[in-house]
């Protein structure tokens, strides 16, 4: 299943968007969300994720800032982004497993890579 982010965009520092990822043709409520980014240079990595029951987990980087939650009846995970700031510049992704160590442990070994969705914090 290839995931496609949406929500990105260009924001000044201090700003915030939501970012939102649709999963259909899967048992969504049963499998583990996560976000990531990866910034040029840079390696994957990942964000945010949300389990089934709803257990999260943040990046160190991001904790208090952002925010996952989930929809189970939609089939979408939102990525809720406050405060971003220039660091926070990637291109962000979304993907899905059953296996919580897939979704949140490197190197999480996803099948395939959905298009992500660029976001940009400069003034």
């Known amino acids: 299943v290839q995931l496609q982010a949406f929500g990105g965009g260009l924001v000044q520092p201090g700003g915030s968007l939501r970012l939102s990822c649709a999963a259909p043709?899967?048992?969504?409520?049963?499998?583990?969300m996560g976000w990531y980014r990866q910034a040029p240079g840079k390696q994957r990595e990942l964000v945010a994720a949300?389990?089934?029951?709803?257990?999260?987990k943040f990046a160190d980087s991001v904790k208090g800032r952002f925010t996952i939650s989930r929809d189970n009846r939609k089939n979408t995970v939102y990525l809720q982004m406050n405060s971003l700031k220039p660091e926070d510049t990637a291109v962000y992704y979304c993907?899905?497993?059953?296996?919580?160590?897939?979704?949140?442990?490197?190197?999480?070994?996803?099948?395939?890579w959905g298009q992500g969705t660029q976001v940009t914090v400069s003034s």
């Open positions: 993907n899905t497993d059953r296996s919580y160590r897939v979704v949140a442990i490197p190197p999480y070994n996803f099948g395939s």
């Open positions: 949300i389990t089934s029951g709803g257990m999260t």
């Open positions: 043709g899967i048992i969504f409520s049963i499998n583990v």
